[in-house]
């Protein structure tokens, strides 16, 4: 087969859809020879391969070889046969013509996260895709661990309304369901804005310095009362902070210690930093705490609000502009500007109400076990307590992640 003169007009024939072709399929016990076995053997008749993809699923191999047909093909059934049996593996030869049905326009990538992961979601899910016209082409698993996590490749229908189709039933199932454009966008760099409380950090930090300052239940019955829409961020802030009047400073140090990061947080930040993302937070609680997270978690970017501080005690007052949710939003533009990352390329991360401004503006808005109104308006949601899933909704595996750890 070496040095054709007409390679060129060689391969475009190949592909045309009129040339026939053979689809080999080998199943059995994966042991090691298996793609070298069926090709030696293929290789005997002089055929080229139009598509070749493998999978082993527990042990189980299933290998699809797509190759040109010889003018006969008696003997190489034969002996794909002769050898799969010498192998203890079913084989089936199947004629046919041309290459694979091409992938339909509307081309998107569905993850799904299950904690456990039940059939019937993966069965009403796919039942969706089917309705809006679309077609399962792939499917991978990105993670066995915390979550089950697979991708899907689906073709024939728009990304917008395939979201909002499997959005609604990943609701009904209990699964998270995040579904994005195909194309290299997916891949370009990009720049990820995070929330902090109950985000990044388990914790509200207004309340840890609450603690300090015996006013927990004032701070709480000011915070259900602007979660019932009688305050707006800016006064229930204010309110709260003013609770902490005349606390000693030194409780920042105490604070800082306390603060409890997210399962997967350091996952999160380690490998989005060694794929050259930017990560920044964005917070309406305070620089005392944030600019610690910043120096331990090596982030690019920060803002947050910060508690005025006097004579070494707190005022009960916040310095300049209040970090709210409009405040949010402007600062994820800010980063973007700043990295030089267009807007469609962020990835904003939040869980509270005030976060919905940035979670819209960025190009993939993600819902952290966050409460109702924020899943319903987000892109996708991810209700499992593990920050680092998701890498898997930027279609990052597992796998990927630990070897990477284990090569640093
Ligand atoms: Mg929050």
Not at 18 to 32: S, Y
Not at 103 to 121: F, Y
Not at 219 to 241: K, P
């Amino acid at each position: 087969m070496n040095a054709k003169p007409a390679a060129d007009a060689a391969t475009a024939e190949l592909l045309s859809p009129d040339t026939p072709t053979l689809l080999v399929k080998v199943f059995g016990k994966d042991r090691p020879g298996i793609t070298t076995g069926l090709f030696a053997t293929l290789a005997e008749h002089d055929v080229d391969v139009v598509d070749f993809e493998q999978v082993v699923t527990r042990g189980r191999i299933v290998l699809c070889a797509l190759v040109t047909a010889p003018p006969r093909d008696g003997a190489l059934r034969s002996e794909v046969h002769q050898w799969a049996e010498s192998c203890k593996l079913e084989a089936e030869v199947i004629s046919g013509k041309g290459d694979n049905r091409p992938r339909g326009e509307g081309r998107s990538h569905v993850t799904v996260l299950g904690h456990p992961l039940p059939a019937s979601a993966v069965a009403a899910l796919s039942a969706r895709i089917t309705e809006t016209g679309g077609n399962i082409d792939r499917v991978f698993r990105l993670a066995k661990y915390p979550v089950t996590a697979v991708e899907l490749a689906v073709s024939g229908v728009p990304t917008e309304t395939l979201r909002a189709a499997l959005a609604l039933e990943a609701a009904a199932q209990r699964v998270d369901v995040a579904v994005v454009a195909s194309g290299l966008q997916r891949r370009a760099k990009r720049l990820v804005v995070m929330d902090v409380d109950s985000t990044l950090i388990q914790d509200e930090v207004i309340e840890l310095f609450a603690a300090h300052a015996g006013c927990e239940p004032q701070v709480a019955e000011i915070t259900a009362a602007a979660m019932r829409g009688e305050l707006d961020f800016s006064e229930s802030l204010r309110a709260r902070v003013a609770l902490l009047e005349g606390l000693d400073a030194d409780v920042v140090a105490k604070v800082r210690s306390e603060v409890r990061l997210t399962p997967g947080a350091r996952t999160l930040i380690r490998t989005l930093k060694r794929l050259g993302y930017q990560v920044g937070i964005v917070s309406g609680g305070f620089t005392q705490v944030t600019d610690d997270l910043v120096d331990r978690l090596g982030l690019d970017f920060a803002a947050a609000n910060t508690l005025e501080v006097v004579d070494g005690r707190f005022t009960g007052r916040v310095v300049g502009d209040i970090v709210d949710r409009a405040g949010k939003a402007a600062m994820l533009r800010r980063f973007a500007a700043e990295a030089d990352v267009p807007l469609e390329q962020t990835v904003a991360i939040g869980d509270g109400a005030n976060d919905l401004d940035m979670l819209n503006t960025a190009g993939l808005g993600v819902a952290f076990n966050a409460k109702p109104v924020v899943r319903e308006a987000a892109h996708t949601a991810v209700n499992v307590p593990f920050l680092d899933t998701v890498l898997y909704l930027l279609g990052i595996s597992r796998e990927e992640v630990e070897e990477d750890d284990g090569a640093a």
